[in-house]
């Protein structure tokens, strides 16, 4: 439902259903929930409430994941928050979660539109370094 909800653009909805969830024992929503609707926020360029409920999900016993990481970083570059970006991707790393293909991908991409190749590039040669392989998605 909540894959749906967020498809068709009800990010309210979404929430809704959420809140709804967590009100009920024994069923809590999970990082997969989550992460569907921090997705669904920054791409509709939500980011304060992407963020806030990123912040919510840290407070409760859900770990953010890679992919939590990974999609508000997505949404910070797509907005140009670079110092933002920095900053979660630290938060990231010191909460012992490595960056994967697809995070390194999205900083590559992102650096690359707003036409900061050098930094771009910093990144590839450092993925790369750390014996992972660009997919067609990097290049």
């Known amino acids: 439902m909540f ?15 959420l809140r709804n969830m967590e009100s009920r024992a024994p069923f809590k929503p999970g990082v997969v929930i989550y992460n569907t609707i921090i997705d669904s926020l920054c791409k509709d360029r939500l980011l304060p409430q992407a963020l806030g409920l990123f912040k919510e999900m ?15 970083i997505r949404g910070l570059c797509s907005l140009g928050h670079w110092d933002d970006t920095k900053e979660l991707l630290t938060e990231m ?4 979660l490595a960056p994967d293909i697809q995070t ?36």
Not at 3 to 17: E, T, V
Not at 58 to 72: F, G, Q, R
Not at 117 to 128: C, L, Y
């Open 3 to 17: 894959k749906g909800l967020c498809r068709s653009g009800d990010n309210a909805g979404a929430l809704r259903l």
């Open 58 to 72: 840290k407070t409760t016993t859900i770990l953010p994941n890679v992919i939590t990481y990974t999609t508000l």
């Open 93 to 96: 790393l010191d909460s012992n």
């Open 104 to 139: 390194y991908s999205t900083l590559v991409d992102m650096y690359s539109k707003e036409g900061n190749v050098a930094e771009a590039r910093v990144i590839f040669e450092f993925m790369t370094k750390r014996v992972m392989h660009a997919n067609i998605f990097t290049y």
